[in-house]
């Protein structure tokens, strides 16, 4: 090789290496929030610049969703190589380096959290169903007459309160108070009401309680057991335990049994409520069974 050819082809290596600085310098251009990136970060997925991080560790890296991981993941910008997806852009996070990145065109991408943690939960307020004035749901919930809840029943319930059944739901008795108000109960903790929506009368003139066998439901524990009615002063209980009760016009005095110091008191033909304190509300119901 001649020393002419030498000399051309050191000039034309050197031309070259002029030529390709500016190039190479010329493919690094600022990315922000909302950049399509790719690269050998991600496996290669396609994502979107999230945030620059301005807290330590993360001071000028990207934090970078994905499909696969929305919250993002942080990258080093100088450590991995960040492209604008489908170019071979390299992106950095100073604004100085250059103008935006032209094609392809950056998307919009949501609110970046405050800090470096996962993002804030976002709390719904839900709309609450309107009250009445008494404080229950004016709402109906979807009903259908049954057996226990016939629709259209005037009852009352344990404080005394005329209600109307509108059907029942998920095996309660949804019932219409008269403010407007409607509610769902257990259908043992409601009694039929008499002329004008008064509680009927227990037979008898309301100073006894029919003899026979009653399930006393719960409704703190869901529990139930049985009560005899013997006599017109006598009781038992599931274990054959005895016991003597009187009835002062429509309140019962347990004197002894298992049922001694329960306020009880007579809620209509063959009912009577339970409760540990004397009271108008009773945790408990018993039902003759007929």
Not at 74 to 93: E, H
Request: glycine share 14%; aromatic share 8%; charged share 15%.
């Amino acid at each position: 090789m001649t020393d002419t050819i030498r000399r051309r082809l050191l000039l034309l290596a050197l031309a070259a290496g002029a030529l390709a600085a500016p190039a190479a310098f010329a493919q690094t251009v600022y990315c922000g929030p909302g950049t399509r990136t790719q690269g050998e970060m991600g496996g290669g997925s396609a994502g979107t610049i999230l945030e620059i991080g301005t807290q330590p560790p993360h001071v000028n890296w990207y934090r970078i969703g994905y499909s696969w991981s929305p919250k993002g993941e942080w990258y080093d910008p100088s450590t991995w190589k960040v492209y604008v997806a489908g170019t071979q852009q390299r992106c950095s996070p100073n604004p100085a380096t250059g103008q935006a990145p032209a094609a392809p065109p950056a998307r919009t991408a949501p609110p970046a959290p405050a800090d470096d943690d996962d993002p804030p939960v976002v709390r719904v307020q839900r709309p609450q169903p309107p009250t009445s004035p008494g404080g229950g749901h004016t709402t109906t919930p979807p009903t259908r007459s049954t057996a226990n809840c016939p629709a259209g029943a005037a009852v009352v319930d344990r404080q005394g309160r005329a209600a109307t059944v509108l059907g029942e739901n998920n095996g309660l008795c949804v019932v219409r108070y008269a403010d407007g108000s409607v509610h769902s109960t257990l259908h043992w903790m409601l009694s039929p009401a008499g002329p004008g929506g008064a509680a009927k009368a227990p037979a008898s003139g309301g100073g006894t309680l029919p003899v026979g066998r009653y399930t006393c439901s719960m409704s703190s524990a869901g529990g139930q057991f049985p009560i005899t009615i013997v006599d017109g002063a006598t009781y038992s209980d599931r274990g054959g335990q005895s016991g003597r009760y009187r009835i002062d016009g429509q309140q019962i005095t347990f004197e002894s049994g298992s049922l001694k110091g329960t306020f009880s008191r007579v809620l209509g033909p063959g009912k009577f409520g339970l409760s540990t304190r004397q009271n108008s509300s009773f945790y408990g119901v018993c039902n003759l069974k007929r």
